[in-house]
Protein backbone atom coordinates (compact mmCIF):
# COMPACT_ATOMS: atom_id res chain seq x y z
CA UNK A 1 0.00 0.00 0.00
CA UNK A 2 1.21 3.44 -1.10
CA UNK A 3 1.73 5.58 2.05
CA UNK A 4 -0.16 9.12 2.02
CA UNK A 5 2.64 12.00 1.82
CA UNK A 6 2.73 14.25 5.05
CA UNK A 7 1.74 17.73 4.48
CA UNK A 8 5.28 19.14 4.30
CA UNK A 9 6.16 16.10 1.36
CA UNK A 10 3.11 17.93 -0.21
CA UNK A 11 4.69 21.01 -0.07
CA UNK A 12 8.36 19.69 -1.19
CA UNK A 13 6.98 17.65 -4.18
CA UNK A 14 4.86 20.77 -5.14
CA UNK A 15 1.57 19.52 -4.74
CA UNK A 16 -0.47 21.81 -2.40
CA UNK A 17 -1.64 21.63 1.24
CA UNK A 18 -5.07 21.44 0.58
CA UNK A 19 -4.74 18.07 -1.17
CA UNK A 20 -4.18 16.76 2.39
CA UNK A 21 -6.38 19.30 3.63
CA UNK A 22 -9.09 18.51 1.65
CA UNK A 23 -9.38 14.87 2.06
CA UNK A 24 -8.93 15.13 6.11
CA UNK A 25 -11.64 17.46 6.76
CA UNK A 26 -14.39 16.96 3.91
CA UNK A 27 -14.55 20.70 3.37
CA UNK A 28 -15.21 21.52 6.72
CA UNK A 29 -14.01 25.11 7.87
CA UNK A 30 -13.17 23.85 11.53
CA UNK A 31 -13.33 26.41 14.13
CA UNK A 32 -14.62 29.70 13.50
CA UNK A 33 -11.25 31.41 14.12
CA UNK A 34 -9.67 29.19 12.23
CA UNK A 35 -12.08 29.52 9.55
CA UNK A 36 -12.13 33.29 9.61
CA UNK A 37 -8.20 33.25 9.55
CA UNK A 38 -8.02 31.02 6.45
CA UNK A 39 -10.05 33.59 4.40
CA UNK A 40 -7.20 35.64 4.30
CA UNK A 41 -4.30 33.31 3.02
CA UNK A 42 -2.09 34.78 0.71
CA UNK A 43 -3.64 32.42 -2.15
CA UNK A 44 -7.43 32.85 -1.27
CA UNK A 45 -6.90 36.40 -1.77
CA UNK A 46 -4.78 36.97 -4.99
CA UNK A 47 -7.99 34.71 -6.50
CA UNK A 48 -10.05 37.33 -4.79
CA UNK A 49 -8.09 39.91 -6.78
CA UNK A 50 -7.90 38.11 -9.79
CA UNK A 51 -11.60 37.50 -10.12
CA UNK A 52 -12.26 40.76 -9.55
CA UNK A 53 -9.25 41.59 -12.31
CA UNK A 54 -10.59 39.52 -14.99
CA UNK A 55 -14.23 40.60 -14.74
CA UNK A 56 -13.63 44.50 -14.61
CA UNK A 57 -13.20 45.09 -18.18
CA UNK A 58 -16.37 43.64 -18.95
CA UNK A 59 -18.22 45.61 -15.51
CA UNK A 60 -16.68 48.37 -16.91
CA UNK A 61 -18.09 47.86 -20.83
CA UNK A 62 -21.76 46.78 -19.32
CA UNK A 63 -21.85 50.05 -17.53
CA UNK A 64 -21.75 51.94 -20.27
CA UNK A 65 -23.55 49.50 -23.10
CA UNK A 66 -26.83 52.19 -22.59
CA UNK A 67 -24.19 54.84 -23.77
CA UNK A 68 -22.98 52.45 -26.47
CA UNK A 69 -25.89 51.15 -27.87
CA UNK A 70 -28.51 53.20 -27.39
CA UNK A 71 -32.38 52.24 -27.87
CA UNK A 72 -31.37 48.94 -28.05
CA UNK A 73 -29.47 47.81 -25.07
CA UNK A 74 -29.82 44.31 -25.29
CA UNK A 75 -27.99 44.22 -28.18
CA UNK A 76 -24.75 44.58 -25.71
CA UNK A 77 -25.64 41.70 -23.82
CA UNK A 78 -26.04 39.70 -27.34
CA UNK A 79 -22.22 40.98 -28.45
CA UNK A 80 -21.15 40.05 -25.41
CA UNK A 81 -22.88 36.81 -24.12
CA UNK A 82 -22.82 34.95 -27.43
CA UNK A 83 -19.64 34.93 -27.84
CA UNK A 84 -18.92 34.26 -24.05
CA UNK A 85 -20.69 31.30 -24.34
CA UNK A 86 -19.44 29.99 -27.05
CA UNK A 87 -15.93 30.86 -25.53
CA UNK A 88 -16.97 28.93 -22.04
CA UNK A 89 -18.31 26.04 -23.89
CA UNK A 90 -15.05 25.14 -26.17
CA UNK A 91 -12.49 26.23 -24.20
CA UNK A 92 -12.58 23.11 -21.18
CA UNK A 93 -11.80 20.80 -24.18
CA UNK A 94 -9.01 22.69 -25.39
CA UNK A 95 -7.48 24.81 -22.29
CA UNK A 96 -5.24 21.60 -21.10
CA UNK A 97 -3.35 22.42 -24.23
CA UNK A 98 -2.28 26.14 -23.36
CA UNK A 99 0.74 26.85 -21.03
CA UNK A 100 -0.12 28.47 -17.59
CA UNK A 101 1.79 31.81 -18.29
CA UNK A 102 0.45 31.48 -22.24
CA UNK A 103 -2.74 31.80 -20.45
CA UNK A 104 -2.12 34.86 -18.38
CA UNK A 105 -0.33 36.84 -21.40
CA UNK A 106 -3.18 35.86 -23.68
CA UNK A 107 -6.07 37.29 -20.62
CA UNK A 108 -4.11 40.05 -20.41
CA UNK A 109 -3.86 40.66 -23.92
CA UNK A 110 -7.34 40.59 -25.18
CA UNK A 111 -8.65 42.30 -22.33
CA UNK A 112 -6.47 45.36 -23.31
CA UNK A 113 -7.64 45.05 -26.67
CA UNK A 114 -11.11 44.77 -26.25
CA UNK A 115 -11.50 48.13 -24.21
CA UNK A 116 -9.19 50.16 -26.76
CA UNK A 117 -11.33 48.67 -29.55
CA UNK A 118 -14.55 49.73 -28.09
CA UNK A 119 -13.46 53.13 -28.69
CA UNK A 120 -12.63 52.79 -32.38
CA UNK A 121 -14.42 54.81 -34.85
CA UNK A 122 -17.68 57.17 -34.25
CA UNK A 123 -20.31 54.02 -35.03
CA UNK A 124 -21.26 50.65 -33.75
CA UNK A 125 -19.06 48.72 -34.96
CA UNK A 126 -15.95 49.05 -32.82
CA UNK A 127 -18.09 48.48 -29.62
CA UNK A 128 -19.39 45.71 -31.27
CA UNK A 129 -16.20 43.92 -31.79
CA UNK A 130 -14.26 45.17 -28.49
CA UNK A 131 -17.42 43.79 -26.78
CA UNK A 132 -17.07 40.24 -28.37
CA UNK A 133 -13.66 40.28 -27.33
CA UNK A 134 -14.63 41.83 -23.81
CA UNK A 135 -16.87 38.92 -23.33
CA UNK A 136 -14.88 36.20 -24.82
CA UNK A 137 -11.68 36.70 -22.47
CA UNK A 138 -13.84 37.23 -19.63
CA UNK A 139 -15.26 33.73 -20.30
CA UNK A 140 -11.56 31.86 -21.16
CA UNK A 141 -9.96 33.61 -18.26
CA UNK A 142 -13.16 32.48 -15.92
CA UNK A 143 -12.47 28.85 -17.49
CA UNK A 144 -8.82 29.26 -16.77
CA UNK A 145 -8.59 30.66 -13.41
CA UNK A 146 -10.60 27.90 -11.94
CA UNK A 147 -9.53 25.34 -13.53
CA UNK A 148 -6.29 26.49 -11.49
CA UNK A 149 -7.83 26.40 -8.61
CA UNK A 150 -8.56 22.84 -8.54
CA UNK A 151 -5.19 22.99 -7.18
CA UNK A 152 -5.21 25.10 -4.40
CA UNK A 153 -7.31 25.81 -1.24
CA UNK A 154 -11.29 25.16 -1.98
CA UNK A 155 -11.76 28.98 -0.37
CA UNK A 156 -10.41 29.87 -3.28
CA UNK A 157 -13.25 28.72 -5.56
CA UNK A 158 -15.28 31.41 -3.38
CA UNK A 159 -12.87 33.73 -3.50
CA UNK A 160 -12.98 33.96 -6.98
CA UNK A 161 -16.70 33.79 -6.94
CA UNK A 162 -16.16 37.03 -4.40
CA UNK A 163 -14.12 38.99 -6.71
CA UNK A 164 -16.14 38.75 -9.77
CA UNK A 165 -19.34 39.38 -7.97
CA UNK A 166 -17.56 42.43 -6.62
CA UNK A 167 -16.28 43.56 -10.03
CA UNK A 168 -19.85 44.15 -10.86
CA UNK A 169 -19.62 46.74 -8.19
CA UNK A 170 -16.49 48.22 -8.59
CA UNK A 171 -16.37 48.86 -12.43
CA UNK A 172 -19.98 51.03 -12.16
CA UNK A 173 -18.71 52.85 -8.99
CA UNK A 174 -15.41 53.41 -11.27
CA UNK A 175 -17.53 54.26 -14.81
CA UNK A 176 -19.87 56.65 -12.98
CA UNK A 177 -17.08 58.46 -10.71
CA UNK A 178 -15.00 59.01 -14.29
CA UNK A 179 -18.13 59.89 -16.38
CA UNK A 180 -18.36 62.82 -14.55
CA UNK A 181 -14.98 63.98 -14.26
CA UNK A 182 -14.12 63.50 -17.91
CA UNK A 183 -17.17 65.02 -19.26
CA UNK A 184 -19.36 61.91 -20.33
CA UNK A 185 -16.98 60.54 -22.47
CA UNK A 186 -17.48 57.01 -22.14
CA UNK A 187 -14.35 56.71 -24.69
CA UNK A 188 -11.63 58.56 -22.07
CA UNK A 189 -13.03 56.59 -19.32
CA UNK A 190 -12.54 53.14 -20.93
CA UNK A 191 -8.78 54.51 -21.88
CA UNK A 192 -8.10 55.69 -18.47
CA UNK A 193 -8.62 52.23 -16.81
CA UNK A 194 -6.79 50.71 -19.00
CA UNK A 195 -3.37 50.44 -16.27
CA UNK A 196 -5.31 48.92 -13.96
CA UNK A 197 -5.07 45.69 -15.74
CA UNK A 198 -1.27 44.80 -15.22
CA UNK A 199 -2.58 44.11 -11.95
CA UNK A 200 -3.66 40.86 -13.17
CA UNK A 201 0.43 39.98 -14.25
CA UNK A 202 1.61 41.05 -11.05
CA UNK A 203 -0.30 38.91 -9.30
CA UNK A 204 0.24 35.80 -10.87
CA UNK A 205 3.67 35.72 -11.03
CA UNK A 206 4.54 37.71 -7.07
CA UNK A 207 1.44 36.91 -5.13
CA UNK A 208 0.07 33.78 -5.65
CA UNK A 209 2.38 30.66 -4.85
CA UNK A 210 4.24 28.82 -6.60
CA UNK A 211 3.31 25.19 -5.62
CA UNK A 212 0.11 25.32 -6.85
CA UNK A 213 0.97 27.16 -10.11
CA UNK A 214 3.51 23.95 -10.62
CA UNK A 215 1.34 21.08 -9.53
CA UNK A 216 -1.50 22.48 -12.27
CA UNK A 217 1.13 22.53 -14.56
CA UNK A 218 2.69 19.37 -14.25
CA UNK A 219 -0.97 17.65 -14.01
CA UNK A 220 -1.34 19.60 -17.66
CA UNK A 221 1.41 18.22 -19.02
CA UNK A 222 0.91 14.91 -17.40
CA UNK A 223 -2.55 14.50 -19.49
CA UNK A 224 -0.90 15.19 -22.65
CA UNK A 225 1.67 12.77 -22.19
CA UNK A 226 -1.36 10.37 -21.23
CA UNK A 227 -2.73 10.91 -24.23
CA UNK A 228 0.10 10.82 -26.16
CA UNK A 229 0.76 7.37 -24.75
CA UNK A 230 -2.97 6.40 -25.40
CA UNK A 231 -3.04 6.83 -29.37
CA UNK A 232 0.53 5.00 -29.34
CA UNK A 233 -0.81 2.46 -27.68
CA UNK A 234 -4.46 1.95 -29.85
CA UNK A 235 -2.33 1.32 -32.76
CA UNK A 236 0.37 -1.51 -31.03
CA UNK A 237 -0.65 -5.33 -30.80
CA UNK A 238 0.57 -5.15 -27.01
CA UNK A 239 -0.49 -2.40 -24.36
CA UNK A 240 2.62 -0.29 -23.61
CA UNK A 241 3.49 -0.80 -19.50
CA UNK A 242 5.47 2.77 -19.66
CA UNK A 243 3.17 4.67 -17.56
CA UNK A 244 2.93 1.78 -14.97
CA UNK A 245 4.84 4.04 -12.56
CA UNK A 246 2.65 6.68 -13.21
CA UNK A 247 2.23 9.45 -10.01
CA UNK A 248 -1.63 9.18 -10.64
CA UNK A 249 -3.84 7.54 -13.36
CA UNK A 250 -5.81 10.04 -15.20
CA UNK A 251 -9.20 10.57 -15.40
CA UNK A 252 -10.47 10.61 -18.52
CA UNK A 253 -9.63 7.88 -21.51
CA UNK A 254 -12.06 5.38 -23.94
CA UNK A 255 -14.65 5.07 -21.42
CA UNK A 256 -14.67 8.42 -20.09
CA UNK A 257 -14.28 11.56 -22.28
CA UNK A 258 -14.46 15.39 -21.53
CA UNK A 259 -17.59 15.71 -23.85
CA UNK A 260 -19.34 13.23 -22.34
CA UNK A 261 -18.84 14.47 -18.70
CA UNK A 262 -20.20 17.47 -19.69
CA UNK A 263 -23.37 16.28 -21.42
CA UNK A 264 -24.08 13.73 -19.39
CA UNK A 265 -23.46 15.40 -15.68
CA UNK A 266 -22.46 19.06 -16.09
CA UNK A 267 -24.67 20.49 -18.31
CA UNK A 268 -28.11 18.71 -16.85
CA UNK A 269 -26.92 19.16 -13.24
CA UNK A 270 -24.83 22.68 -12.77
CA UNK A 271 -25.35 24.48 -16.39
CA UNK A 272 -29.27 24.49 -17.01
CA UNK A 273 -30.31 25.84 -13.53
CA UNK A 274 -27.29 28.57 -13.81
CA UNK A 275 -28.77 29.35 -17.18
CA UNK A 276 -32.08 29.80 -15.89
CA UNK A 277 -31.13 32.30 -13.18
CA UNK A 278 -28.63 34.34 -15.11
CA UNK A 279 -31.12 34.67 -18.51
CA UNK A 280 -33.83 36.36 -16.32
CA UNK A 281 -31.35 38.47 -14.42
CA UNK A 282 -29.96 39.56 -17.78
CA UNK A 283 -33.66 40.43 -19.56
CA UNK A 284 -34.31 42.44 -16.39
CA UNK A 285 -30.88 44.20 -16.21
CA UNK A 286 -30.73 45.02 -20.21
CA UNK A 287 -34.38 44.58 -21.18
CA UNK A 288 -36.75 45.94 -18.43
CA UNK A 289 -34.15 48.78 -17.02
CA UNK A 290 -34.32 50.52 -20.01
CA UNK A 291 -37.72 50.14 -20.84
CA UNK A 292 -38.91 51.32 -17.38
CA UNK A 293 -36.54 54.33 -18.54
CA UNK A 294 -37.08 55.10 -21.70
CA UNK A 295 -41.01 55.42 -20.77
CA UNK A 296 -40.68 57.02 -17.65
CA UNK A 297 -42.38 54.64 -15.67
CA UNK A 298 -41.90 55.34 -12.43
CA UNK A 299 -42.49 58.72 -10.27
CA UNK A 300 -39.07 60.54 -8.62
CA UNK A 301 -36.55 58.73 -11.46
CA UNK A 302 -33.43 60.53 -12.30
CA UNK A 303 -33.10 61.95 -15.86
CA UNK A 304 -31.26 60.35 -18.13
CA UNK A 305 -29.09 57.10 -18.32
CA UNK A 306 -27.98 58.13 -14.32
CA UNK A 307 -31.79 55.94 -14.17
CA UNK A 308 -30.11 52.99 -15.42
CA UNK A 309 -26.89 53.42 -13.96
CA UNK A 310 -28.10 53.58 -10.59
CA UNK A 311 -30.05 50.24 -12.02
CA UNK A 312 -27.01 48.50 -12.78
CA UNK A 313 -24.90 49.76 -9.63
CA UNK A 314 -27.63 48.12 -7.16
CA UNK A 315 -27.79 44.77 -9.22
CA UNK A 316 -23.92 44.82 -9.15
CA UNK A 317 -23.88 45.44 -5.62
CA UNK A 318 -26.50 42.95 -4.49
CA UNK A 319 -24.60 40.07 -6.33
CA UNK A 320 -21.55 40.82 -5.14
CA UNK A 321 -23.15 40.82 -1.46
CA UNK A 322 -25.37 37.31 -2.11
CA UNK A 323 -21.99 36.24 -3.49
CA UNK A 324 -20.11 36.73 -0.07
CA UNK A 325 -22.78 35.63 2.23
CA UNK A 326 -22.74 32.76 -0.35
CA UNK A 327 -19.15 31.72 1.04
CA UNK A 328 -20.70 32.04 4.75
CA UNK A 329 -23.64 29.56 4.40
CA UNK A 330 -24.21 27.94 1.20
CA UNK A 331 -27.35 26.27 -0.61
CA UNK A 332 -26.58 24.41 -3.31
CA UNK A 333 -29.75 23.35 -4.68
CA UNK A 334 -29.38 26.16 -7.54
CA UNK A 335 -32.84 25.48 -8.97
CA UNK A 336 -34.15 26.74 -5.68
CA UNK A 337 -32.20 30.51 -7.19
CA UNK A 338 -34.04 29.91 -10.48
CA UNK A 339 -37.62 29.94 -8.82
CA UNK A 340 -37.53 32.73 -6.64
CA UNK A 341 -35.42 34.54 -9.84
CA UNK A 342 -38.77 33.62 -11.45
CA UNK A 343 -41.06 35.40 -9.30
CA UNK A 344 -38.84 38.41 -9.12
CA UNK A 345 -38.70 38.96 -12.65
CA UNK A 346 -42.69 37.93 -13.27
CA UNK A 347 -43.31 40.54 -11.26
CA UNK A 348 -41.45 42.88 -13.08
CA UNK A 349 -42.94 41.69 -16.02
CA UNK A 350 -46.51 42.82 -14.86
CA UNK A 351 -45.57 45.81 -14.13
CA UNK A 352 -45.24 46.56 -18.10
CA UNK A 353 -48.90 46.56 -18.66
CA UNK A 354 -50.37 46.50 -14.82
CA UNK A 355 -48.23 48.89 -12.90
CA UNK A 356 -48.84 48.15 -9.11
CA UNK A 357 -45.69 50.24 -8.24
CA UNK A 358 -45.40 53.32 -9.09
CA UNK A 359 -42.39 54.90 -7.04
CA UNK A 360 -38.49 54.55 -8.67
CA UNK A 361 -37.07 53.42 -5.18
CA UNK A 362 -39.67 50.17 -5.26
CA UNK A 363 -38.04 49.27 -8.90
CA UNK A 364 -34.80 49.46 -7.39
CA UNK A 365 -35.17 47.18 -4.71
CA UNK A 366 -36.84 44.81 -7.05
CA UNK A 367 -33.23 44.85 -9.29
CA UNK A 368 -31.09 44.73 -6.60
CA UNK A 369 -32.65 40.95 -5.54
CA UNK A 370 -32.32 40.27 -8.91
CA UNK A 371 -29.02 40.90 -8.96
CA UNK A 372 -28.70 39.10 -5.50
CA UNK A 373 -30.24 35.96 -7.31
CA UNK A 374 -27.78 35.65 -9.63
CA UNK A 375 -25.12 36.01 -7.42
CA UNK A 376 -25.94 33.53 -4.97
CA UNK A 377 -26.21 31.42 -8.03
CA UNK A 378 -22.70 31.52 -9.17
CA UNK A 379 -21.31 31.07 -6.21
CA UNK A 380 -22.92 28.29 -5.10
CA UNK A 381 -22.88 26.28 -8.73
CA UNK A 382 -18.94 26.47 -8.77
CA UNK A 383 -18.97 25.60 -4.72
CA UNK A 384 -21.29 22.64 -5.73
CA UNK A 385 -19.28 21.46 -8.73
CA UNK A 386 -15.98 21.54 -6.59
CA UNK A 387 -17.59 19.29 -3.30
CA UNK A 388 -19.69 17.05 -5.64
CA UNK A 389 -16.36 15.91 -8.08
CA UNK A 390 -14.24 15.95 -4.68
CA UNK A 391 -16.27 13.57 -2.44
CA UNK A 392 -16.88 11.26 -6.05
CA UNK A 393 -12.73 10.49 -5.72
CA UNK A 394 -12.03 12.16 -8.86
CA UNK A 395 -8.81 12.66 -10.34
CA UNK A 396 -7.34 16.14 -10.41
CA UNK A 397 -7.72 16.41 -13.72
CA UNK A 398 -11.23 15.36 -13.97
CA UNK A 399 -11.94 17.95 -11.38
CA UNK A 400 -10.10 20.66 -12.79
CA UNK A 401 -12.24 20.41 -15.69
CA UNK A 402 -15.61 20.19 -14.09
CA UNK A 403 -14.89 23.29 -12.12
CA UNK A 404 -14.17 25.20 -15.57
CA UNK A 405 -17.21 24.93 -16.84
CA UNK A 406 -18.79 26.95 -13.51
CA UNK A 407 -18.94 29.87 -15.52
CA UNK A 408 -20.73 28.35 -18.86
CA UNK A 409 -24.25 28.64 -17.19
CA UNK A 410 -23.65 32.17 -16.56
CA UNK A 411 -22.83 32.91 -20.30
CA UNK A 412 -25.09 31.41 -21.75
CA UNK A 413 -27.79 32.82 -19.73
CA UNK A 414 -26.33 36.23 -20.46
CA UNK A 415 -26.76 35.55 -24.47
CA UNK A 416 -29.59 34.23 -24.34
CA UNK A 417 -31.63 37.07 -21.37
CA UNK A 418 -29.46 39.44 -23.78
CA UNK A 419 -31.41 38.14 -26.72
CA UNK A 420 -34.95 38.33 -25.44
CA UNK A 421 -34.00 42.06 -23.95
CA UNK A 422 -33.50 43.37 -27.02
CA UNK A 423 -37.27 41.51 -28.71
CA UNK A 424 -38.62 42.99 -25.26
CA UNK A 425 -37.63 46.41 -25.65
CA UNK A 426 -38.02 47.01 -29.36
CA UNK A 427 -41.57 45.26 -29.23
CA UNK A 428 -42.55 48.07 -26.08
CA UNK A 429 -40.51 50.61 -27.32
CA UNK A 430 -42.51 50.67 -30.95
CA UNK A 431 -45.64 50.07 -29.63
CA UNK A 432 -45.68 53.34 -27.63
Known sequence: MEKRPSSSQAVTDGVPIVETELESTGHDQGSLKDGWRAWFQKDVISFFFLGLIIAFPTMLVSTGAN????????????????TAAVTAFTTPLFLHHINLHLRVVISLTAS????????????STGPVIGTCLAGSVYAFS???YLAIAAFYDPKTVRAFSSGSGFAVVFGPGVYIALMRGLNKDWRKTYLVCLPFLLVQVMIWWL?????GRRAAERSRQETKSKQFQRDAESVSVEPSQETAGAPEASGFGPGKTRLGLFLKTILPVYVLPLVACTLLGIFALFGL????????????????????????LLYGSAQFLFSML???????????????????VGMSIVQLFHPFFTYYGVWLVFIFFIGGVVGGSVTNTNEKISVDFHNRGEPRDVRSFAMSYGGLGNFGGDALGGGLAILAERMVLRSR
Do not use: D
Not at 207 to 211: A, N, Q, V
Open 326 to 344: STIRTMSNVWLWALAQCVL
Open 142 to 144: TNA
Open 112 to 123: VLGMIVCTLGRG
Open 289 to 312: APIFQEKATFKNAPEGNLSYEISF
Open 67 to 82: AMFPGVTGAFGVSLSC
Open 207 to 211: LLSKE
